[in-house]
Nanobody
Framework: QVQLVESGGGLVQPGGSLRLSCAAS????????MNWYRQAPGKEHELVAA???????NYADSVKGRFTISRDNAKNSVYLQMNSLKPEDTAVYYC???????????????WGKGTLVTVSP
């Protein structure tokens, strides 16, 4: 019932900026943590940034000071502002959220299909 859809990926030059969006839809009571992961060919799947329902955040060391994660609970959405992009940031970025479908159920993880970010001259 729950779907996550990412948008905002594309081609940018090194040093440029990009803003990713992810909107959750379907039967949703509440959303706990919302996260951004990424994976490039030949590299491991890694957590880029995470944000709790209360707004607390965590970032991978490689993106600290450059990326900012935020959320809009009214819209069931999470965003990733990416500044000072580097070629090594090139990857498919995936949205992930822990969603409670009803008041009495535990949250379960849902994933988007991903959006490609390419950083190249």
């Amino acid at each position: 019932q729950v779907q996550l859809v990412e948008s905002g990926g594309g081609l940018v030059q090194p040093g440029g900026s990009l803003r990713l969006s992810c909107a959750a839809s379907g039967v949703i009571f509440s959303i706990n943590a919302m996260n951004w992961y990424r994976q490039a060919p030949g590299k491991e799947h890694e957590l880029v940034a995470a944000i709790g329902h209360d707004g607390s955040t965590n970032y991978a060391d490689s993106v600290k000071g450059r990326f900012t994660i935020s959320r809009d609970n009214a819209k069931n959405s999470v965003y990733l502002q990416m500044n000072s992009l580097k070629p090594e940031d090139t990857a498919v970025y995936y949205c992930n959220a822990a969603v409670r479908v009803t008041r009495t159920t535990y949250p379960k993880d849902y994933w988007g299909k991903g959006t490609l970010v390419t950083v190249s001259p």
